[in-house]
């Protein structure tokens, strides 16, 4: 009797040390240990996610970009670059008024950085307030009083406000910061025709033409050429060129998003309205539909 009691302690014995290391093996199993990232990781971590959703950007991919760059946010909110990312995909994907807000966050985290102002002021100008705007504008030329493209922008904002006389100053600032910046000289020429002054509107698109073979000066210029009692060869020539270049000056309402005025799209009819320009604008119209 003595030696089965021994015998069953034993076993019980066993049992309860089988039990316990089992027991530990069978919980660890379901109940695994977690390391969490330190912040450190984090961060690493959401530059690399950013990196991927610029490529996607690139590619066009900006719905894909977006859900990645909100992961990267989450993980690094204190990540301006990041937030500047998620609004650019966003303003690409035509969220505007939630780029807006991410730009926001970015000012929030870089309220220094003038750049961010001027997307800003962008966005709001491509939602059609452009007083708005000029005030974002404003404060990104308070922080850099040297920014073309802060300039550039106001004159635009100006352009559409009708407000020509300010927009060239603008343009004049923009350009005297940098004498091979086209896009301001062209700007000029498109307020100075407006403004009835047809010769100097012509000398700036001339001097855009000499800066950039872009279609824009070289349409402008043809169109003030032809419309001025100068109905020569190589203004038929200038348009025909420019429309094969980029055949959406063939629209006026392309016209008119590149700021372009009432006077000069109603001078662009008169030009492609001549017999010399039917088989051009023809052309024009079936590539840029």
Known sequence: MKKNLKL???????????????????????????????QEELESTSIQIGKTALQLIQFGQNDEAIKLLKLAVKLNPLEDALWLSLAEAQIRSNQKKEGILSLNKAIELQPKKEAIYFTKASVHMNLK??????????????????????????????????????????FEKASKINSNFWQSINNQGLILYELNKPKQAISRFKLAL????????????????????????????????????????????????????????????????????????????????
Do not use: C, H
């Open 129 to 170: 307030n452009p007083k708005k705007a000029i005030e974002i504008i404003k404060k990104g030329l308070s922080i850099n009083e040297n920014s073309e493209r802060g300039y550039f922008l106001l004159g635009n904002a100006r352009i559409i406000l009708k407000e020509y006389k300010l927009a060239l100053i603008a």
């Open 8 to 38: 069953l302690s034993y076993l019980l014995l066993s049992l309860n040390l089988w039990g316990v290391y089992f027991g530990q093996k069978a919980a660890n199993a379901f109940f695994p240990i977690i390391n969490e990232p330190n």
């Open 210 to 289: 000499k800066i950039s073979k872009d279609a824009e000066p070289m349409l402008a210029l043809a169109v003030v050429q032809f419309t001025t009692n100068n109905k020569s060869v190589e203004s038929i020539n200038l348009a025909k060129n420019a429309l094969k270049t980029n055949p959406k000056y063939v629209s006026t309402e392309y016209q008119g998003e590149q700021l372009w005025g009432q006077k000069l799209q109603k001078a662009a009819q008169i030009l492609f309205k001549s017999k010399e320009m039917v088989k051009a604008v023809t052309e024009a119209k079936k590539k840029s539909q």
